[in-house]
């Protein structure tokens, strides 16, 4: 089962911040969290990943709190592409870790002109 | 960039039939995935590929599948004998280290 909690749907104004929260209150030391998203029906497109620092990419930016229990994935300037659903997942990475994602039912984020 | 790609597009067999899905991963990768997606639920995982051999893999994955790298490129996996609810999409995903996977556009198949 997903270890996270994210809420089932969203909107966002086009060209503005769209901040998508997850809960993960579970998550261990050697856990990380990672985002996908999937518009439509196309394949989940990697997103970002983290494990305690706040990250950025061109993509977007992953804020974690300080205690790891929650996430935001922030994308600074939604376009009507970035409509899609959005997976928040945790994962542990290492020599014997396994390698699965596990999916929940993430948010689905609509982007409105 | 580099992509990973999928054959068919979209697949249509009759039930109790074999189909066998085509992956074609990015270059240099090594770690290959497939997870499925029936209409409206979830992205499943279904098994895991490394350095010629099975990783792990989910309750989903019976007797009725396998996999192979059967010319070194191509990741395939094969359905024996198709049911009308193994109709659904599959994503084949591969990553040249563990932490990473990028996902392929995916096969739709569908069991009449």
């Known amino acids: 089962d997903a270890k996270t909690t994210q809420p089932t749907s969203m909107d966002c104004a086009e060209g503005r911040a769209a901040n998508l929260p997850c809960n993960h209150s579970?998550?261990?030391?050697?856990?990380?969290v990672y985002w996908y998203r999937q518009i439509h029906s196309q394949g989940p497109q990697y997103i970002i990943h983290?494990?305690?620092n706040n990250e950025t990419n061109e993509m977007a930016s992953l804020i974690i709190t300080e205690d790891r229990k929650s996430s935001t994935l922030i994308l600074p300037h939604a376009t009507l592409r970035d409509t899609a659903v959005y997976y928040c997942?945790?994962?542990?990475?290492?020599?014997?870790?396994?390698?699965?994602?596990?999916f929940g039912g993430g948010t689905r984020l609509m982007v409105k002109p | 960039e580099p992509e990973v790609t999928q054959t068919p597009s979209h697949q249509v067999t009759q039930m109790g039939q074999e189909v066998i899905l085509r992956c074609v991963p990015i270059?240099?990768?090594?770690?290959f995935y497939w997870y499925r997606q029936i209409l409206g639920q979830k992205v499943e995982f279904l098994v895991s590929?490394?350095?010629?051999?099975?990783?792990?893999k989910s309750e989903i994955f019976d007797d009725q599948f396998s996999v192979e790298r059967p010319d070194g490129s191509n990741f395939t996996l094969k359905i024996r004998s198709t049911k009308l609810e193994d109709s659904a999409m599959y994503f084949c995903?591969?990553?040249?280290?563990?932490?990473?996977?990028?996902f392929g556009p995916g096969t739709r198949l569908t069991v009449t």
């Open positions: 270059s240099n990768h090594l770690y």
């Open positions: 997942i945790v994962r542990e990475i290492g020599r014997n870790a396994g390698n699965m994602l596990t």
């Open positions: 995903a591969t990553g040249r280290l563990t932490y990473e996977q990028y």
């Open positions: 590929f490394y350095n010629n051999e099975i990783s792990e």
């Open positions: 579970t998550i261990s030391g050697n856990e990380y």
């Open positions: 983290g494990l305690k």
